[in-house]
């Protein structure tokens, strides 16, 4: 992976080293369970290897680690709204800088705990007060948590993503089960669909799907495993391929990205930023995501 080529800036604990890429700070994690990777620059997550298995999530190698720019891959947080429905498109949270808050281990995981606050800078964008606190869980399975809360007098709304890449051998041998058969398609300007088919990837795919299963499966036959992943505080799971032309138009994509990768997102959909979740002043909400491996020979 990318990261194994980094220096070491400091070391935070047995398990956790701070490094640099192209200015912007990365946690490593290295435990007897597994691999992985966080940027403080969207408080994304840029790698998860339980160990004895290939990487679970997928990482463009063309991905841009710049300030301002989202990062191709890993677990972009699209918050406070999702998609286009304002400008950033999918929030700001992916392009900010995040702090660390803290960071823990036990015998089965390492625990690390991420911070963002309203700004001027966020003001400019999105004019409410919040704090919002990432909480990655890493050890044989991976969590990820995004608190937000309504620190200010007003309320707002809100949608977003936890808009996990998953890495698959081939789209060719893998199929996705658990998400239901109801979706909207995001290629026909959410055109209300149905379908009893099996979700396979042999086309651009932009689906939000609205009525998902309580675990989503995706079926990587080429690696001999099934990814499992569980959701909660959603309405639907978005699944994304951008397919052929897509990824070559994307400069940030290789012409052949589209063959090892599929999203699968906890997704809070709204169709626009007013229709999102209310938060009265001091209110709490929390969007997860649990993602497992298990070998299916
Ligand atoms: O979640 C699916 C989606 O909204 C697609 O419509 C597609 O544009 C993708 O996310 C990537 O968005 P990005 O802004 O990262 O290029």
């Given amino acids: 992976m990318f990261t194994s080529n980094l220096s070491t800036e400091s070391t935070l604990s047995p398990c956790i080293t701070r490094h640099s890429l192209d200015g912007l700070p990365i946690l490593k994690i290295q435990s007897p369970e597994c691999e992985a990777a966080i940027c403080l620059h969207g408080g994304h997550l840029l790698q998860f290897k339980p160990t004895g298995h290939h990487d679970v999530i997928w990482l463009s190698k063309k991905a841009?680690?710049?300030?301002?720019?989202a990062i191709r891959g890993g677990v972009p947080v699209c918050w406070p709204w999702f998609g286009p429905v304002s400008a950033p498109?999918?929030?700001?949270?992916?392009?900010?800088?995040?702090?660390?808050?803290?960071?823990?281990?036990?015998?089965?995981?390492?625990?690390?705990?991420?911070?963002?606050c309203a700004s001027e800078k966020t003001h400019e964008i999105w004019p409410h007060d919040f704090s919002a606190v990432l909480t990655f869980t890493l050890g044989v399975t991976l969590r990820i948590d995004l608190e937000?809360?309504?620190?200010g007098e007003r309320p707002w709304q809100w949608s977003g993503a936890l808009h996990s890449y998953f890495n698959i051998a081939a789209t060719t041998e893998t199929w996705i089960t658990?998400?239901?058969?109801?979706?909207?398609?995001?290629?026909q300007n959410d055109l209300p669909c149905e379908t009893s088919e099996a979700l396979?990837?042999?086309?651009?795919?932009?689906?939000?799907?609205?009525?998902?299963?309580?675990?989503?499966?995706?079926?990587?036959?080429?690696?001999?495993?099934?990814?499992?992943?569980?959701?909660?505080?959603?309405?639907?799971?978005?699944?994304?391929?951008?397919?052929?032309?897509?990824?070559?138009?994307?400069?940030?994509?290789?012409?052949?990205?589209?063959?090892?990768?599929?999203?699968v997102?906890?997704?809070?959909y709204a169709k626009d930023l007013a229709?999102?979740?209310?938060?009265?002043?001091?209110?709490?909400?929390?969007l997860s995501t649990e993602i497992s491996v298990t070998s299916d020979k």
């Fill in 64 to 69: 841009i680690f710049s300030q301002g720019k």
């Fill in 89 to 116: 498109s999918h929030g700001f949270a992916r392009i900010s800088t995040w702090q660390l808050l803290d960071h823990g281990e036990n015998e089965q995981t390492v625990t690390i705990r991420l911070k963002l």
């Fill in 148 to 151: 937000m809360i309504n620190t």
């Fill in 178 to 187: 658990g998400v239901g058969t109801s979706y909207l398609d995001s290629l």
């Fill in 200 to 263: 396979i990837i042999n086309q651009p795919i932009d689906r939000i799907y609205t009525a998902p299963d309580a675990t989503i499966a995706i079926h990587d036959r080429g690696n001999q495993r099934i990814i499992h992943v569980v959701n909660t505080g959603h309405n639907s799971a978005v699944i994304w391929n951008p397919w052929k032309e897509l990824s070559r138009n994307m400069g940030d994509m290789s012409d052949d990205g589209y063959e090892t990768m599929v999203c």
């Fill in 265 to 268: 997102e906890a997704t809070r």
């Fill in 275 to 286: 229709s999102g979740v209310l938060l009265v002043p001091g209110e709490k909400n929390i």
